[in-house]
């Protein structure tokens, strides 16, 4: 073949440096020439070619080589697709030219070797005795491990041949490689037994693999995961059995990690032992089974499943085995088996670094551990009561879940189709330097190597990109159709080859995936889906993505109680369901709501046209655009009492705004405090208006009397309202010249009665409670005064308490000038020029004493009350008024009634110390938040952090914990407070 023949050849077959190969090519001499085909066929030919060159340098029979490649083909086929696909293993045949011999057996294509053979040859290699019960390595000890490394990776060679050039299954090599890492277990640790010598016979040592190699699902590169279990032999002391047996298991680790002249293996991993890495090593039988009886965590039975003995006393593994096996499957009925399955999931997501996430092959969406984890929590669910669903290995568990009909056929067959070549992406990738690695090369060169070995000739980057993204979509896509669509086969006709599971199977499924009353679920789920209306096809579409979103919350029952609930109250109006299956993220928000806030599920359930919020950003409206917009609203009503039950519906609109933007984490608490003040103020605002227009009519007057205004006090007047929060106020007015007084008494009277009565009439919002007990004399002075009442109250008889009181004093409704008037009349009293004398000091702490001793209610945890606990609310915001009395005339900062602005006012002013007003700062932050979210979970006032429960779980839930993570909420709040009320102590109590 002439040069220019021969360079158009080269192209064609996918050398990309063809200069380079004519070079090496004519080094190789005739025989080269007839290896370019089946050099075009493997994964990146100029690198097989290259390695092909330094082999034959290598090996002593240059000639003898060439012609046997040339001769036969499945021996070339089988060298050449290792060398060009696995830059490793080429570097071990340069570095052992004997070893390519391996390669020319013709029953390499359809023999696998047998695992004894395996691990009679590893510890051959180590001069180990295969026959021996405890064989013991006899070559010296760093000969031994260099030998281990050298014939695991000679024993590697066939099988990657097989793998490369024989097309064999993923499910086949991935048993092969967890058989060979068995026999090099074995072969470390009969290494190991010659480092202790005689002193080893003291325990029987058992190694039992986990994870992947458990399962018999190895990957090339990969840690190993096992546990170690001993039994004290020969008569030995248990303590004397124990510690051989750690060392034993300590030098099987160190003996396959190493790094050597000859490389590594992997690494041994322990740390999925009883208590991990802080636990003992190895354990006895007892010592397993009472830790699995008394203190494992459910997904450390989930870890199990794939327990197999390995390695050492096999009998003794064994027996192992059948003590958790019954743990194992009885898993899912323990207490927690839904949280331990998501903290699980969440470890997996959490382990991804963010610039990696797009290329992780395992740990990503659409990737392998979904499907393990899904296959996984079927298995526990179902295998409970049918044993051929239980499997260690992925691939067969989810033949035996599609031939049991827990997952239907077709989603079977493509989970499959998508797992192996996922699996197979990942052979390739770790195969090509023999490295631990899941993530995807973004480099065009790689992509180019690993489509080619995946067989895809033509453009094979963008092919392998292109069917490795469609994998993940179908992973993605199965992972909830395997979970929540076959629940609705149990309670619905659903057209198709879906699976069908059984009436039990479904409750069984349902009570794993966290419902409490599955039978209860089943009737919601038959109730939405029965019949062959649209309605009905369209739930049928929505559920198994819904069932997933409640399932994630912290209640999944009430989740799917509150959706049938709506459904039915507007399934037939044409909008609702086809914006929850048009509009994903609304459909999303709806579920999580529903399933973690009762506040927000009966707002909804009163409020279901609320829905059409959900798709947008939920930000608070302004005050002035309510008011305009419940004041328009009122105006078109025929009466009073209908025009505040339109008030109250835009402040029911407006309530459930806010609160699903607190629930979904897009609105600060600070913002919620402003915004629930905001909306109080617009609803009194207009409701003023309608009481005022009423009596006006009953009273046949052609004007009011007198004007009337509404003064915010305590948590409403400093724009902190919280969900539970009544609205405390003063009333006052001032008479129109010229009208009679008692008149204008009467006539406010009568005007703020009727505001405060139809405010708490029973109806579809929560009720707005105005109270008035801070007015002078409390319940029993006049609810509405003068201003020159007030003013004369103040000058003869305000204690210094009144005065602290008005700090939080804001006129925001009602009449301008009359606001303005009370305002600049306060302002002396709250603000003394002088400051707070001596003896008002101690006043004031005197009364907080009081407070704290005689207010907190009986069997109230002090530390977990929000209001009155340490730290708590009180603490903070009397720390805050106490500053503020004191120097609030001479630092204009401090005339404000707001918490966090004055703790930055006192700050800017150096009344405070910097680090203490950010740990009041944070303290009130976070109470505020904390009893925000218990009010939010439970649907009605909470004044004290809820016991452990579902509540808990879901106020953990609302502040962005874990759902399992509450005690890790509460152990914060905790901390947080300690250091507020040390804070208290310096600067109120000083």
């Known amino acids: ?138 070559l010296p000890e760093a000969e031994a491990v260099d030998a281990l490394r050298v014939t695991y990776r000679r024993l590697l060679l066939p099988l990657a041949a097989r793998d490369l050039a024989h097309d064999l299954g993923v499910d086949d090599i991935a048993a092969e490689l967890s058989d060979l890492a068995a026999g090099t277990l074995d072969a470390a640790l009969a290494v190991a037994r010659a480092q202790l010598g005689q002193e080893s016979a003291l325990a029987r040592l058992s190694v039992i693999a986990m994870g992947k190699c458990g399962g018999h699902e190895l990957n090339y590169v990969s840690d190993v995961d096992v546990i170690f279990l001993h039994e004290p032999a020969n008569g030995a002391d248990d303590v004397a059995a124990a510690r051989v047996a750690a060392r034993l298991a300590s030098g099987l680790m160190n003996v396959c990690s190493a790094h050597t002249a000859e490389g590594t293996i992997w690494p041994v991993d322990a740390a999925l032992r009883p208590e991990g890495k802080a636990g003992a090593l190895s354990r006895t039988l007892a010592g397993y089974r009472a830790y699995y009886e008394r203190w494992a965590a459910a997904w450390e039975f989930q870890a199990l499943l794939k327990a197999r003995p390995v390695a050492g006393d096999i009998e003794l593994g064994r027996e192992f085995v059948a003590m958790v096996s019954p743990m194992v499957w009885s898993a899912a009925d323990r207490e927690g088996f839904v949280d331990a399955a998501r903290a699980m999931r969440r470890r997996v997501i959490d382990h991804i670094p963010a610039k990696e996430a797009d290329r992780q092959l395992k740990l990503g969406e659409g990737g392998l551990r979904d499907v393990e984890f899904a296959v996984q929590l079927l298995q526990l669910v179902h295998g409970r009561a049918d044993e051929q669903v239980r499997p260690p290995a992925t691939l067969s568990a989810l033949a035996q879940l599609t031939e049991a009909g827990y997952v239907g056929r077709e989603d079977g067959e493509a989970l499959h189709t998508a797992y192996a070549f996922l699996r197979q992406l990942e052979h390739r990738i770790q195969l090509h330097r023999l490295r631990r690695t899941h993530l995807v090369p ?91 209306t649209r309605t009905a096809n369209i739930q049928r579409t929505l559920l198994p993505a819904m069932l997933q979103w409640f399932a994630d919350g912290a209640d999944p029952d009430a989740g799917l109680f509150g959706f049938r609930r709506i459904s039915e109250a507007l399934g037939r109006t044409p909008w609702f369901l086809t914006t929850l299956r048009d509009e994903g993220e609304i459909a999303e928000r709806l579920a999580h709501l529903l399933a973690t806030s009762r506040y927000c599920s009966d707002l909804l359930e009163r409020e279901p046209q609320g829905i059409k919020l959900l798709g947008g950003e939920l930000a608070p409206q302004s005050s002035d655009v309510l008011t305009e917009e419940m004041l328009a609203t009122a105006g078109r009503q025929p009466d009073a009492d209908k025009a505040v039950r339109a008030v109250r519906a835009v402040r029911r609109r407006e309530l459930l705004r806010t609160a699903a933007g607190d629930v979904l984490g897009l609105t600060d608490v600070a913002d919620v405090g402003n915004a629930l003040s905001r909306i109080t103020d617009a609803t009194l605002e207009a409701t003023l208006a309608v009481a005022g227009e009423r009596v006006r009519l009953a009273r046949e007057l052609d004007a009011p009397p007198t004007r009337i205004a509404i003064i915010a006090m305590g948590r409403y007047g400093g724009f902190e309202l919280s969900y539970g929060s009544d609205a405390d106020v003063l009333f006052v007015h001032d008479p129109e010249d010229g009208v009679d007084q008692h008149q204008a008494a009467s006539y406010a009277q009568a005007v703020v009665e009727e505001v405060r009565r139809t405010l708490a009439l ?66 002396p009293l709250r603000y003394p020029a002088a400051g707070l004398a001596e003896d008002d000091i101690v006043e004031v702490r005197r009364i907080k004493a009081r407070v704290d001793n005689e207010r907190l209610p009986r069997g109230a945890d002090p530390a977990l009350h929000f209001k009155l606990g340490r730290g708590g609310l009180a603490d903070i915001e009397w720390t805050v008024q106490l500053l503020q009395l004191r120097h609030g005339a001479e630092v204009p900062g401090l005339r404000t009634t707001q918490t966090l602005a004055a703790l930055a006012a006192a700050t ?83």
């Not at 619905?492 to 419902?515: F, K, M, N, T």
């Not at 103040?794 to 804001?810: F, G, I, P, T």
């Not at 006032?941 to 509540?951: D, L, N, T």
């Open 442 to 532: 973004d480099d065009d060169a790689s992509l180019r190597r690993l489509g080619r070995s995946l067989g895809f000739t033509k453009e094979p980057d963008r092919r392998l990109v292109r069917t490795w993204q469609h994998h993940r979509r179908e992973v993605s896509r199965l992972h909830q159709k395997l979970f929540y669509r076959p629940l609705l086969s149990a309670v619905a006709r659903i057209p198709g080859d879906d699976v069908r599971l059984s009436s039990e199977a479904a409750q069984a499924r349902l009570a794993a995936l966290g419902y409490d009353d599955p039978a209860a679920a089943l009737r919601n789920l038959e109730s939405m889906t029965a019949g062959v």
């Open 762 to 827: 029973p109806g579809g919002d929560p009720p707005l409670v105005v109270d008035a007990d801070l007015r002078p004399e409390g319940k029993q002075g006049p609810l509405v005064r003068t201003l020159d009442a007030y003013e004369a109250y103040y000058a003869k008889w305000s204690k210094v308490w009144e005065a602290q009181a008005l700090l939080r004093a804001d006129a925001v409704v009602g009449d301008l000038d009359v606001r303005e008037r009370f305002t600049t009349m306060i302002d």
């Open 1 to 138: 073949m002439n040069r220019a023949t021969l360079r158009s050849e080269l192209r064609r077959h996918g050398f990309v440096e063809v200069d380079r190969a004519l070079e090496e090519l004519a080094e190789l001499g005739t025989a080269g020439q007839e290896l370019v085909a089946i050099l075009g066929r493997t994964a990146e030919p100029s690198a097989a070619l290259s390695a092909l060159v330094r082999l034959a340098e290598a090996v002593d029979d240059r000639d003898g080589l060439l012609s046997a490649l040339a001769a036969d083909e499945g021996t070339a086929m089988r060298l050449l697709c290792i060398l060009g696909a696995s830059a490793a293993l080429a570097d071990h045949l340069v570095g052992h030219p004997d070893h390519w011999r391996m390669l020319t057996d013709p029953t390499l294509g359809t023999t696998r070797p047998a695992a004894w053979a395996l691990r009679a040859a590893l510890l051959e290699a180590v001069g180990a005795d295969p026959g021996d019960p405890a064989p013991v390595a006899t």
């Open 908 to 990: 800017e002013a150096e009344l405070l110390a910097a680090d203490d007003a950010d740990v009041l700062a944070e303290g009130w932050r976070t109470v505020s938040k904390v009893r925000n979210a218990a009010t939010l979970a439970r649907g009605k006032p909470v004044e004290q952090m809820p016991r452990p429960s579902r509540e808990r779980r879901a106020v953990a839930g609302i502040l962005g914990y874990p759902l399992d993570q509450s005690d890790a909420m509460v152990n914060d709040y905790l901390r947080v407070t300690r250091r507020a009320r040390a804070v208290v102590d310096r600067v109120f109590w000083e």
